[in-house]
């Protein structure tokens, strides 16, 4: 459930309309400062936002680019470029070794695991995959720029599923082994 308040800005941006990216961006910028200042209440960190905070960013930058120039050549490009920038995002999350899902998986997770070797191992390869997932979709958009929006559509909203899927998978999996291990 972490996951789906996360990236909530960018599942409303990818599913309101192209026609209507401005007002997409828009909402998705409210929802993702919304978000923030949640989260921020409830005692995260700004460390442990950082797809929070690049949302904001983006669509902070996109907002102003779609309602001072909405026929920006730009737009048909929108949806690989909001692809792109969780890509960087968590690919950069990754480099400073500071792997986004730490802070999604820690609201979940006792504070005697978050230093263990294997939580951490289990976040850098769940943030790798989300990274991989979300280049993978740019690469995709970019090339159905200009095809209808219900393909887009379809491709933005799988750049979500499937990582959410293999997350979901993959920690039930670890979980599995190491209850496995307990009982050896």
């Given amino acids: 459930?972490?996951?789906?308040?996360?990236?909530?800005?960018?599942?409303?941006?990818?599913?309101?309309?192209s026609a209507?990216?401005?007002?997409?961006?828009?909402?998705?910028?409210?929802?993702?400062?919304?978000?923030?200042?949640q989260q921020t209440r409830a005692g995260r960190g700004l460390d442990?936002?950082?797809?929070e905070l690049g949302s904001a960013v983006f669509f902070a930058v996109i907002?102003?680019?779609?309602?001072?120039?909405?026929d920006s050549g730009?737009?048909?490009?929108?949806?690989?470029?909001?692809?792109?920038?969780?890509?960087?995002i968590a690919g950069i999350s990754l480099a400073v070794r500071?792997?986004?899902?730490?802070?999604?998986?820690?609201?979940?997770?006792?504070?005697?695991?978050?230093?263990?070797?294997?939580?951490?191992?289990?976040?850098?390869?769940?943030?790798?995959?989300?990274?991989?997932?979300?280049?993978?979709?740019a690469v995709v958009l970019a090339t159905l720029a200009h095809s209808g929006s219900t393909a887009r559509t379809l491709v933005q909203v799988a750049g979500f599923v499937v990582p959410m899927i293999f997350t979901l998978r993959y920690v039930a999996h670890i979980q599995a082994k190491a209850a496995q291990l307990r009982t050896h």
Avoid at 1 to 17: E, G, K, Q
Avoid at 20 to 37: D, E
């Fill in 20 to 37: 209507h990216w401005n007002w997409a961006a828009l909402i998705a910028l409210v929802l993702s400062i919304g978000l923030i200042a």
């Fill in 1 to 17: 459930m972490s996951y789906l308040r996360t990236f909530a800005p960018w599942i409303v941006y990818a599913l309101i309309p």
């Fill in 74 to 88: 730009l737009h048909p490009y929108a949806p690989a470029l909001s692809s792109a920038t969780l890509a960087l």
């Fill in 63 to 70: 907002t102003v680019l779609a309602f001072t120039s909405p």
């Fill in 48 to 51: 442990a936002q950082i797809i």
């Fill in 98 to 137: 500071k792997p986004f899902t730490l802070g999604i998986a820690k609201q979940s997770t006792p504070r005697e695991f978050w230093e263990q070797p294997l939580f951490v191992r289990t976040n850098v390869i769940i943030t790798a995959v989300w990274t991989a997932c979300f280049a993978v979709t």
